[in-house]
C-alpha cells in the first residue's frame, strides 16, 4: 500500500504555513501524530521537526484515497497535497502554531 516519493516536493514545513496562505495549493509530508476518524471526515495531525499542522481528508478527495486515509495509523509517514484553508473562529486551536489554519487534502500518499 506504500507508494513513491517520486515528483513530490514539500511547499514547506508544516508550521511555516500562516494564514497568509489561506487558499494556496501545498504539498505537505510528516509522520502521523495522531488520526480521529468520524466516519466521513478524517483528521490527521501530521507532525515533521517543526511541528504540527492539522489535515482533513473527506469527500474532496477520491474515494480511493479515503480508502487509503482509512488504513493510516499513528508514525505512518505520508504527503498529502491540497489547499490551505482558515478554521472556523470555535475550532481554533490555540495550543498549535498553525491552530488557525488546516490542509484540506485533494490527494493523499502513504509513503
Known sequence: MSELITGQKRSA???????????R????MGWVDTRRDMGKIIFVDLRDRS?????????????????????????????VEGVVNKRE???????????TIEVIAKSVRIL
Do not use: M, W
Request: proline share 2%.
Open 13 to 23: 514545513r508544516c508550521t511555516e504555513f500562516t494564514e497568509a496562505d489561506v487558499g
Open 25 to 28: 495549493d501545498v504539498t505537505v
Open 51 to 79: 511541528g504540527i499542522i492539522q489535515v482533513v481528508i473527506d469527500d474532496r478527495v477520491s474515494a480511493e484515497d479515503f480508502e487509503k486515509a482509512s488504513h493510516i495509523k499513528n508514525e505512518y509517514v505520508i504527503s
Open 89 to 99: 473562529d470555535s475550532k481554533v486551536n490555540p495550543k498549535l502554531k498553525t491552530g
